[in-house]
C-alpha cells in the first residue's frame, strides 16, 4: 500500500486518482498537524486517533472520490460562561464525495445525504478537512455542568433582554432552555 496519503495530503481529484488508483489508507494522530482556526478559539485536540480511508476510484475518470473520516478525540474548549476550559470527548465518522470542481459539488448538496460533497476547488488537504470537522462539532461553546445562565464567554452573543439575571420577575423555566442546549451541545 502507498503510505504517502496522510495530513498534508491535497484533496485533488486527478492527481489522487493518479497516486492512488488502488485507494489508500492512513491511521494516526493530529499531534503534529497545525490547526490554527482551532488555536484562535482557544481549542485544543488532544490524544486525536485520525483516520482517514480513501476508496479506490472508479473506471471513469469523471466520477468524483470517496473519503471517509474517523476522530475518537479529547477537546479542550473554552467555557461560554465563565470561560474556564471544558472538556468534551469527539468521536465521529464522516464521508465525503469529493468532486473535481464545485459546481459538481454544488449540484451534489442536495442529493446526497450520507456524505457531504466537497470538491477540489475547496484547496483542502486532509488535516483541513479534519480541523474543519472538529470546528463543525463545536459550532456552540459548550459549558461546565454548573454553568447555567446567559453565556458570558469571550465572542458570544449579548444575551438576550429576557434572560437577563436582573429580571425581577420570577421565571421558573428561564434555565431550562439554556440547560437543554448544554446538553445537547455535548452529544
Ligand atoms: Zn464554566
Not at 496522510?6 to 488502488?22: D, N, S
Not at 478525540?73 to 470527548?89: H, I, K, M, Q, Y
Not at 449579548?158 to 437543554?180: H, I, K, N, W, Y
Request: glycine share 8%.
Amino acid at each position: 500500500m502507498n503510505t504517502d496519503f496522510g495530513l498534508p495530503t491535497p484533496l485533488q481529484c486527478r492527481p489522487l486518482r493518479e497516486r492512488f488508483p488502488a485507494g489508500s489508507q492512513w491511521h494516526g494522530s493530529l499531534a503534529d498537524w497545525p490547526m490554527p482556526r482551532l488555536a484562535e478559539l482557544g481549542i485544543v485536540c488532544d490524544k486525536a486517533e485520525a483516520g482517514a480511508v480513501l476508496f479506490p476510484p472508479s473506471k471513469d475518470p469523471q466520477a468524483p472520490l470517496h473519503l471517509k473520516l474517523t476522530l475518537r478525540a479529547l477537546t479542550r474548549s473554552p467555557c461560554g460562561r465563565c470561560t474556564d476550559d471544558v472538556a468534551a470527548e469527539q468521536g465521529w465518522e464522516r464521508e465525503f464525495v469529493l468532486y473535481s470542481s464545485g459546481d459538481q459539488a454544488d449540484a451534489a448538496l442536495d442529493l446526497e445525504a450520507l456524505a457531504d460533497p466537497i470538491s477540489d476547488e475547496d484547496g483542502l488537504s486532509l488535516g483541513d478537512l479534519f480541523e474543519d470537522e472538529i470546528l463543525m462539532a463545536l459550532t456552540e461553546p459548550l459549558r461546565h455542568e454548573t454553568c447555567i445562565g446567559p453565556m458570558q464567554g469571550v465572542g458570544s452573543e449579548a444575551p438576550a433582554a429576557d434572560a437577563s439575571p436582573s429580571e425581577p420577575t420570577q421565571r421558573p423555566f428561564s434555565g431550562l432552555a439554556d440547560l437543554l442546549q448544554g446538553r445537547q451541545s455535548k452529544d
